[in-house]
């Protein structure tokens, strides 16, 4: 029962480098979803996917970029990392109902600290 | 521009007391709400939600309350128990929004033996 799989769990990087934080889930969901969360704050939202082939933006998406090539796999690319980025990164994903709401189910999160 | 706010902090309560955490919200376009639970170094975990069309939803010991006019939602915890010691966020979403969640700061509850 993996639910949703982050990796790595922790990273150092130096200012300028590049990384990929992974995220895989095994429920067939729909949906999925990049949050990051601050010392002392809620969870923002930095990019989302509605399905294989189609990301949005959300509310921090300034130095992420993001790829859905399949329904498993959404993962979260750095491209010039910056110690604003040093932060708790959670990967979530929710199956979309017409009616209703459901609830999402989030992994375990990458602690990623730039210096 | 914060949609939704959680203005305490942190809350300590005595193990069997009850725990009431606090929610307000700005956005009238939200539909559902949701609390979250997280502890240290794992990820959130979902407790219970309500639609905007219920004032209150129960399940177990945890039950959420929903005041639309005042735009403000509450959790309360009865009994309390220290296992229930953790970060709380409180999430929106508005249904036509693709169920992107807007999350609260979140409240550190402490239950003491």
Redesign the interface.
């Known amino acids: 029962n993996a639910g ?1 799989t982050q990796t790595p769990k922790f990273r150092i990087l130096k200012i300028g480098q590049s990384m990929t934080l992974q995220c895989a889930q095994d429920m067939n969901h729909n ?1 999925m ?1 990049w ?1 990051r969360q601050d010392p ?6 930095i990019y ?1 996917s ?1 399905g294989a082939g189609i990301t ?1 933006k ?1 509310e921090v998406p300034n130095g992420y970029n993001v790829s859905r090539s399949t329904t498993e796999y959404f993962p979260l690319r750095l491209e010039l990392a910056a110690p604003s980025q040093t932060s708790v990164y ?1 990967c ?1 994903s ?1 199956r ?1 109902r017409d009616r ?10 990458t602690r990623l600290t730039v210096v | 521009d914060q949609q939704v706010k959680q203005n305490s902090p942190s809350l300590s309560v005595q193990e069997g007391r009850i725990s009431i955490l606090n929610c307000d919200y700005t956005n009238s376009m939200f539909d559902y709400f949701l609390w979250y639970k997280k502890y240290p170094a794992e990820g959130p975990t979902f407790l219970i939600s309500i639609s905007s069309i219920k004032d209150k939803n129960e399940d177990g010991r945890f039950t959420v309350f929903l005041n639309k006019s005042a735009k403000h939602l509450s959790l309360h915890i009865v009994p309390s128990q220290p296992g229930d010691s953790a970060v709380y966020f409180c999430a929106a979403s508005a249904q036509g929004n693709t169920g992107k969640l807007i999350f609260g700061q979140g409240t550190t509850l402490q239950v003491k033996p």
């Open positions: 949703v949906y979803y949050y002392g704050m809620g969870l923002k939202l989302y509605v949005d959300g959670f979530a929710r979309h209703g709401y459901t609830e999402a189910f989030f992994g375990q999160g």
